[in-house]
């Protein structure tokens, strides 16, 4: 089955800085990547998702990357705000179904 | 639309009682997937439904553990009978075959005394 590995576990930038997550993933035929955003005692949140047949995609402040060769996909946030602390968790979805393989989460922190 | 909803939001029980949560999914939506989330083990996925036939129960912890899916539009979780090491938060999740995307429930916070 599908095996996903995200890094770091935890983040601590200063408020305005960048902030990168990564995470790698086994299967081939994943197809769908999202992330999502927990903040403290709530539900995790789709953030932004990006499919096997596209390299990149924007969100204002967040963009995500993939590299199918290479089997990893990043989270980039510029411009980190206080608002932006929270877990971030990346997924992979292979052909099968429509179930995610979570990976470990990281814990984002933004210093003001 | 109102979003996944689970019931309750909080329970707090004591060891050996059973205990059942609550899920009902966005309508329309043919998948429904139940997790368990704990500082320990993060984010697992129990089991998942499509078209309310259980398709993966692999992460159910044991016996102890059931789910049904009666209807498109209700599931429920039990646990009988409940343990301490139960205690976490449990999330159900729907989502379409027309789209990939995991909507999350609110969540139900299980503490077990």
């Known amino acids: 089955g599908e095996n996903v590995e995200q890094h770091p576990s935890t983040l601590s930038v200063q408020e305005g800085d960048s902030a990168v997550i990564k995470c790698t993933y086994s299967?081939?035929?994943?197809?769908?990547f999202p992330w999502y955003k927990q903040e403290l005692g709530k539900r995790p949140q789709l953030i932004i998702d990006?499919?096997?047949?596209?390299g990149e995609k924007k969100d204002q402040r967040i963009a995500v990357t993939l590299n199918k060769t290479a089997k990893h996909f990043s989270l980039h946030i510029t411009e980190t705000q206080p608002e932006d602390s929270a877990v971030y968790f990346c997924?992979?979805?292979?052909?099968?179904?429509?179930?995610?393989?979570f990976g470990g989460g990281t814990r984002l922190m933004v210093k003001p | 639309d109102a979003g996944v909803i689970q019931s309750p939001r909080h329970e707090v029980t004591e060891m050996g009682q059973e205990v059942t949560l609550r899920c009902k999914p966005i309508?329309?939506?043919?998948?429904l997937f139940w997790y368990r989330q704990t500082m320990m083990r993060g984010l697992e996925l129990l089991i998942y439904?499509?078209?309310?036939?259980?398709?993966?129960d692999s992460g159910m912890p044991e016996d102890r553990f059931s789910a049904k899916m009666p209807n498109a539009s209700f599931s429920t979780l039990k646990i009988q009978p409940s343990e301490p090491r139960d205690s976490a938060v449990y999330f159900c999740?729907?989502?379409?075959?027309?789209?990939?995307?995991?909507?999350f429930g609110p969540g139900t916070r299980l503490t077990v005394l």
């Open positions: 997924a992979a979805k292979d052909n099968a179904g429509n179930m995610l393989t």
């Open positions: 299967d081939s035929a994943s197809n769908y």
């Open positions: 990006i499919r096997s047949n596209v």
């Open positions: 439904f499509n078209n309310n036939v259980p398709i993966d």
């Open positions: 309508s329309g939506h043919d998948y």
């Open positions: 999740a729907s989502s379409s075959t027309n789209t990939d995307t995991q909507y």
